[in-house]
Each structure stands twice: as structure tokens, then as C-alpha cells.
């Protein structure tokens, strides 16, 4: 089974209009590399600004509420951020497990949110340090699967991410061998919750990931993608990692 590699960016609270000049280069490197698909997730006051200017490029968004509407004071809804042009939904990032105390059944229903409608949603899974250390990172993981991903998944609208939290933002990254173990636990996860479905289903790595470490994670068997914070916010950063997934595409 060959799955189409996603290259997504995660802006997190970085960035205000002028830096939308970015996505240019990253628009162009997108169209130069077809057989890649790559998106990028600012902060959602620049998700229409975003669309605006470069039209051709996947936009998406960072989180999202369960509900479609209703008294959730500063939330966004999955048809809110659909109207304003996001193509995918970042859900359960570790940042927002910790900062906002979301839950696996939180994040479940942010998934089926984006789900109805019509948004892929990224499910990020991953274990602290001291989890890894106990010898618990497969079963925080594939538990965190478990409870985030809903039954009626495919392929066509589920993609994880795989984030060690220990990872992020730190420069480093789990041996290729531990991304490869955590990679195919969680693809069995899958196949025991969605059957044959999971196949095609992407699982993007993520933590630290940047130009000169990209080609080795991207080559790593079930990992599909990655999904990109500090490298993502500059063309010159994100391009070698847009390239690195299409030499492998
Ligand atoms: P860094 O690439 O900055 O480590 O961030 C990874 C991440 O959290 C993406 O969602």
C-alpha cells in the first residue's frame, strides 16, 4: 500500500499577516512537488488571510470545538474554520492535552466534529519523557489512539501524529528504530479498531523534525508524513523537508 506523504506545518501562536509572505515559497515548492501533499496551520485569525493569498496551498487549522455551535465563549467550530477555507484540523495536540486538560474523549469528539464537516483531522498522540522512561510509551500511545480516534474512521478524512512531547521543540528526536516500534503498535491499533481501513490511513511523525533529519525519519516504514512546528515557519526551513518527503513520494 502506497500512501501519499503529507508534509503539514504547525504555526502554533507564531505569526501575524506579514508573515504570510512565507507561504509563498511554500506554495511554490507544493506545486513543484505534486506527488507530496503539503498544508500549513496558522493561527486561525490567519486561516482566510492565508486562503486569500495563496489559494493553491492546503490551509488548516489548530484545534477545534466538539460542538457545532452554542454558548463556548473564544471557541471555533469545524464549520466556522470550513467557511474560512481550512482544509484539515489539528486535534489533541500534546500542547492543548496539557495547557487546556483535553482529554482522550475531547479530542474524540473534535475528530468527528471536523469529520461532519468535511475537514481532515490530524489526531496527535504521544508520551512525555517520564512515560518513555517507565517503559510506558507503546501503551500511553496506542491508549491515547484508542480513546481519540472515532469507529467510523477512513483514510480519507483520519490522519495521526505521532509526537513524543519529549521531543518537541527540543531538537530531539526518538532512534529511528523507537519511531518505527511506535509507528507500526499504532498502525495495529488501527487495524483493531477500523479493520482493513487503517492500510491507508497516514501517521506523520512529529517532534523536532527539520531539514537535515527529515530524509531519515520520512524513510522510517509507516511513517507517512510529518508534521512540522519551529522548521514550518519559514520557507527556507520548511522547503528541504517538502522535498525530502517527494524524493521519497
Ligand atoms: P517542533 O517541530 O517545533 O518540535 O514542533 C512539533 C510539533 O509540535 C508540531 O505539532
Not at 461532519?116 to 517507565?134: P, S, Y
Request: charged share 20%.
Amino acid at each position: 500500500m502506497t500512501r501519499r506523504k503529507l508534509i503539514a506545518g504547525n504555526w502554533k501562536m507564531n505569526g501575524h499577516i506579514d508573515h504570510l509572505r512565507e507561504l509563498h515559497g511554500i506554495e511554490k515548492a507544493a506545486k513543484a512537488h505534486p506527488q507530496v501533499d503539503v498544508a500549513i496551520c496558522p493561527p486561525a485569525t490567519l486561516i482566510a488571510p492565508a486562503v486569500a493569498r495563496v489559494p493553491n496551498l492546503a490551509i488548516g487549522a489548530q484545534d477545534c470545538h466538539a460542538s457545532d455551535k452554542g454558548a463556548h465563549t473564544g471557541c471555533l467550530s469545524a464549520a466556522m474554520l470550513k467557511e474560512a477555507g481550512a482544509h484539515h484540523v489539528i486535534v489533541g495536540h500534546s500542547e492543548r492535552r496539557a495547557d487546556q486538560g483535553e482529554t482522550d474523549a475531547d479530542v474524540h469528539g473534535k475528530a468527528e466534529a471536523a469529520h461532519r464537516h468535511g475537514l481532515t483531522a490530524i489526531v496527535c498522540v504521544g508520551e512525555t519523557e517520564a512515560e518513555r522512561d517507565a517503559g510506558e510509551a507503546e501503551m500511553v500511545v496506542t491508549g491515547q489512539v484508542a480513546g481519540s480516534v472515532p469507529a467510523d474512521a477512513t483514510a480519507d478524512w483520519l490522519v495521526i501524529a505521532y509526537e513524543p512531547v519529549w521531543a518537541i521543540g527540543t531538537g530531539r528526536v526518538p532512534t529511528l528504530d523507537d519511531v518505527a516500534a511506535m509507528h507500526a503498535a499504532i498502525r495495529a491499533k488501527l487495524a483493531d479498531m477500523i479493520g482493513d481501513k487503517a492500510e491507508g490511513v497516514r501517521i506523520l511523525y512529529g517532534g523536532s523534525m527539520n531539514g537535515d533529519n527529515a530524509a531519515d525519519l520520512l524513510a522510517v516504514d509507516n511513517v507517512d508524513g510529518g508534521l512540522v512546528g519551529g522548521a514550518s515557519l519559514s520557507a527556507d526551513k520548511f522547503v528541504p523537508i517538502i522535498e525530502a518527503g517527494a524524493a521519497q513520494g
